[in-house]
């Protein structure tokens, strides 16, 4: 218990990114609370000292329960990775509003949920890392993204901030922002002509996008600096992508 290393939370850990960092973190021996919907796919790792809640991020009351319950097992959180995120593409006067309430309270709503469940903790223990997963398309703008785009920019800015106001705790704050990755996450979009331009662009670039282990890799990376150390950042794509 004493030389155990410290629990780290992961939402949308069920597919892509979150279950490639969920392997990642746990091969390297952290203890890990898993959040997302699908809880057989996050039972299916069969990761050792892991606990796997089925929790919609938008629940910020469910969200702050599964976070107490994997540190009374676990204990403190030392980081939180806000990684679950939804996609929806669409043209502004024929994408259904639904879709734009929901990518804004999946990414943008869900994001400060999973930051409200850890950060008093964190400015208590005066330490800690924040590591919210955003986008290329929150620095800059794609056909067909807006409400995506508008959500993925809000992630950039609020993580900046959030940076800010918890400096003087010693907490760290880290967005990574990936191009293309190979994951279920276009799969969201309901637009099949979109979709198919999308599949185009990627195979513009020889269909060599990111995989989620290489995204996983640069959320460690931020993870594992010394204390003293925030990396602040991390923009990462596909050479090929322009
Ligand atoms: P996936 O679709 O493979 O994974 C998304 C994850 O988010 C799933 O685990 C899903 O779990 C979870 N999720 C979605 N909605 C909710 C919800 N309401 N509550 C809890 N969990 C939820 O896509 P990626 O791995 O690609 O996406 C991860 C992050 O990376 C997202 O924020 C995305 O915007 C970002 N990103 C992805 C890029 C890409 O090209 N793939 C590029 C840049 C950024 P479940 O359905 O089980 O709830």
């Known amino acids: 218990m004493q030389n155990r290393k410290p629990l780290i939370v992961i939402t949308g850990a069920s597919s892509g990114i979150g279950l490639a960092t969920a392997q990642l973190f746990s091969s390297l021996g952290h203890p890990l609370l898993l959040l997302a919907r699908r809880l057989e796919n996050m039972q299916a790792l069969n990761l050792p000292d892991?606990?796997?809640?089925?929790?919609d991020v938008t629940d910020r009351a469910a969200l702050a329960a599964a976070v107490q319950q994997g540190e009374a097992r676990f204990g403190p959180a030392d980081a939180i990775v806000n990684n679950a995120g939804v996609m929806m593409l669409g043209e502004i006067t024929r994408q259904d509003p639904d879709q734009w309430d929901r990518m804004l309270?999946?990414?943008?709503k869900g994001v400060l949920n999973g930051v409200h469940a850890v950060a008093?903790?964190?400015?208590?223990?005066?330490?800690g890392s924040i590591i919210n997963v955003s986008s290329v398309a929150g620095?800059?703008?794609?056909?067909?993204?807006?409400?995506?785009?508008?959500?993925?920019?809000?992630?950039?800015?609020?993580?900046?901030?959030?940076?800010?106001?918890?400096?003087?705790?010693?907490?760290?704050?880290?967005?990574?922002?990936?191009?293309?990755?190979?994951?279920e996450l276009l799969g969201h979009t309901t637009d099949d002509s979109i979709k198919a331009g999308y599949e185009?662009?990627?195979?513009?670039?020889?269909?060599?996008?990111?995989?989620?282990?290489?995204?996983?890799n640069a959320i460690h990376y931020a993870y594992a600096q010394p204390d003293g150390v925030c990396i602040r950042e991390i923009v990462l794509a596909a050479t090929r992508q322009q």
């Open 50 to 55: 892991t606990l796997a809640i089925s929790v």
């Open 105 to 108: 309270d999946v990414n943008v």
């Open 120 to 127: 008093a903790g964190m400015v208590q223990r005066q330490r």
């Open 139 to 183: 620095r800059k703008t794609f056909p067909n993204h807006v409400a995506y785009v508008g959500t993925k920019f809000a992630v950039h800015g609020l993580t900046e901030n959030l940076r800010e106001e918890l400096a003087a705790h010693n907490v760290r704050v880290t967005t990574i922002a990936p191009g293309a990755v190979e994951t």
């Open 200 to 216: 185009d662009w990627k195979t513009s670039m020889g269909s060599k996008v990111l995989s989620a282990q290489d995204v996983a």
